[in-house]
């Protein structure tokens, strides 16, 4: 139980282009999703915070006009990453919290982002 | 301020013998504590949650928890090449809400 899935796993873009990243939760509902950004040989970085029927919650620093995001249902969350520059190419990992645990969060398998 | 903080490491330790991943976090009011394996390449995985102080123990791995001292452990037992990895310890900080704080994890090498 608890899988989440992203698509794409990999994706390469124009520099200008936007990107959809998707995030689903296989078998359970997720109330709540997680958006985060890893750069090589870095930490986890939580960008925001997204809650169905909501609007997200951006981290301080994170740009909520380039990085949107859309929770539309109790399983899908997507991000989309607008004008994208080099400088965003990153490891993109969604989580979802299970509504049977007040804080596990389960990670998709990650979108590697490269712009060029 | 840091709110979680790791040794980053690298830890080496042979095939066999007992990890020790530690981690210490700034918020004495936190209440879930996570411990997160992630390949290179890869996202985090789950390994285990720890709520309370003690120990709880789930296969070769035990989390120690010490509330009062603001601690938070993964001992791996019987270390496996396969063991190596980036350690993850995640605590849920109040002021973040629902969202996890992660450390910036510990480099474990097993060598066989």
């Known amino acids: 139980g608890a899988v989440v899935s992203q698509h794409p796993s990999w994706v390469i873009c124009k520099s200008g282009t936007s990107v959809k990243i998707e995030c689903r939760s296989l078998d359970f509902q997720a109330t709540t999703m997680f958006w985060y950004r890893q750069f090589p040989k870095q930490s986890l970085m939580l960008m925001a915070t997204s809650n169905e029927g909501s609007k997200a919650t951006y981290e301080q620093g994170v740009e909520k006009d380039k990085f949107l995001i859309n929770h539309a249902s109790l399983t899908l969350s997507t991000l989309t990453v607008t004008s994208a520059h080099p400088e965003d190419s990153s490891f993109y990992i969604c989580s979802a919290r299970s509504g049977t645990s007040m804080y596990e969060q389960y990670f998709g398998p990650g979108t590697r982002l490269t712009v060029t | 301020q840091k709110e979680v903080e790791q040794n980053s490491g690298p830890l080496s330790v042979p095939e066999g013998a007992i990890a020790s991943l530690n981690c210490t976090y700034s918020?004495?009011?936190?209440?879930?504590f996570f411990w997160y394996r992630q390949y290179s390449g890869k996202s985090p995985e789950l390994i285990m949650s720890i709520y309370s102080n003690g120990d709880k123990e789930d296969g070769r791995f035990t989390a120690q928890l010490n509330k009062a001292s603001q601690y938070v452990s993964l001992l791996i037992r019987d270390s496996q090449p396969s063991d190596s990895a980036t350690y993850l310890c995640?605590?849920?900080?109040?002021?973040?809400?629902?969202?996890?704080?992660f450390g910036k994890g510990t480099t474990l090498s097993v060598s066989s």
């Open positions: 995640a605590v849920n900080i109040r002021q973040a809400g629902t969202a996890l704080i």
């Open positions: 918020d004495r009011g936190s209440q879930s």
